[in-house]
Nanobody, 118 residues
Framework: QVRLVESGGGLVAPGESLTLHCAASGNIGGTDALGWYRQAPGEQRELVAERHGGPIVYYGDFAKGRVTISRDNAKNTVSLQMNNLRPEDTAVYYC????????????WGQGIQVTVSS
């Protein structure tokens, strides 16, 4: 029904920046939630940043001030710019979508690896 395809990611040095991209296809509503989560080995999946329509943005506690999320409703894309990356940012990053209205279905991308190491 909805496909989420991530791109970007890879190996970056500490202190550098990286931008991830997600292209969504299907019936994507402008007020539906669209954003990014991440999951490190041995850890729970956690929110990075997500837009819920218009100017409404939710950030993970670690992320605010260090990430920028950009959503283009016309193109059905969402990008995540991460600055000043740290080794603890190493994780698999997942594009995430959830319908605002019933049945409030949720979809995940395959995930892409981000490794921060010198």
């Amino acid at each position: 029904q909805v496909r989420l395809v991530e791109s970007g990611g890879g190996l970056v040095a500490p202190g550098e920046s990286l931008t991830l991209h997600c292209a969504a296809s299907g019936n994507i509503g402008g007020t539906d939630a669209l954003g990014w989560y991440r999951q490190a080995p041995g850890e729970q999946r956690e929110l990075v940043a997500e837009r819920h329509g218009g100017p409404i943005v939710y950030y993970g506690d670690f992320a605010k001030g260090r990430v920028t999320i950009s959503r283009d409703n016309a193109k059905n894309t969402v990008s995540l710019q991460m600055n000043n990356l740290r080794p603890e940012d190493t994780a698999v990053y997942y594009c995430h979508y959830k319908q605002r209205n019933w049945p409030m279905l949720e979809y995940w991308g395959q995930g892409i690896q981000v490794t921060v190491s010198s």
